[in-house]
């Protein structure tokens, strides 16, 4: 469970205070997508005219950047891939974009496409003190006031878990999460990104409600195609307006 508002340990307020303090007035030269899924990557790869990279900067025999052959969906692959990736690349600004499930009650529709303001876990349950807040691991997006007024977004919390499907003990993290929407790499590409002190926005656009009644996978499958098209259409918004900008200005 999240711990009550107001209740905010040392370790969280200085994680929020490092994030500030990353964000410095630099031109923004460098923009790194962590996408999980081909189905979504495909139209963003074809929009910027991405080619792939044969000589890759990753370990060999990895599945990442290679547009076929398995997609590298959870945490544990979003986490690997920001680590190698922001490694490789020293980006100065992190996108996780994807889809997610959302929550009609919370405003959420499909096709919608959501910046995150802040993500956390709903899948690492230890109730023990300090270790339950480490465990629901929630972190803030970079704040993006200007791109958010200039393109209209929805914005609401994001909450990450390494399942499609909700149990109901998720579903009580995620309601304690205050999250709108839920995926399942988000919170484990901000983790990185906080750990690597790079400034992090997450991108996701809705395929199913979650409350709804249609069956998730089922529901999911239906509109990726059409949603993932929804996404491509954003982040190149999202692109544009930050090109020319430091990360002051977003
Ligand atoms: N990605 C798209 N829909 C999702 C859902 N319902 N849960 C987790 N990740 C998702």
Not at 52 to 75: I, Q
Not at 159 to 176: F, Q, V
Request: hydrophobic share 45%.
């Amino acid at each position: 469970m999240a711990p009550p508002h107001g209740d905010k340990s040392a370790k969280v307020k200085e994680e929020a205070a490092a994030a500030v303090s990353s964000v410095d007035n630099r031109p923004i030269s460098t923009i790194l997508f962590i996408v999980a899924m081909q189905t979504e990557a495909l139209p963003l790869v074809k929009k910027f005219q991405l080619t792939e990279d044969l000589n890759s900067v990753f370990p060999k025999g990895v599945p990442w950047v290679r547009f076929y052959g398995v997609d590298g969906v959870g945490t544990v692959s979003a986490s690997l891939v920001t680590y190698a990736s922001v490694q490789a690349l020293q980006p100065d600004l992190i996108i996780n974009a994807g889809t997610a499930g959302g929550f009609g009650a919370k405003g959420a529709s499909i096709g919608d496409v959501f910046i995150s303001s802040e993500v956390a876990f709903h899948d690492r349950r230890i109730p023990i003190p300090v270790f339950d807040i480490y465990g629901v691991g929630s972190r803030k997006a970079l704040a993006t006031p200007n791109l958010l007024k200039e393109l209209n977004l929805k914005v609401g919390k994001l909450s990450t878990g390494d399942s499609l499907d909700m149990s109901p003990m998720d579903e009580a993290s995620i309601i304690a999460n205050d999250a709108t929407i839920k995926d399942m790499e988000g919170a484990a590409v901000a983790y990185v990104a906080d750990l690597l002190k790079v400034p992090a926005i997450f991108l996701k656009a809705v395929t199913d409600i979650v409350d709804g009644d249609k069956p998730t996978p089922e529901e999911f499958l239906e509109n990726l195609a059409a949603v993932t098209a929804a996404l491509d259409r954003t982040a190149t918004q999202v692109v544009d307006y930050i090109s020319g900008k430091c990360l002051l200005e977003l």
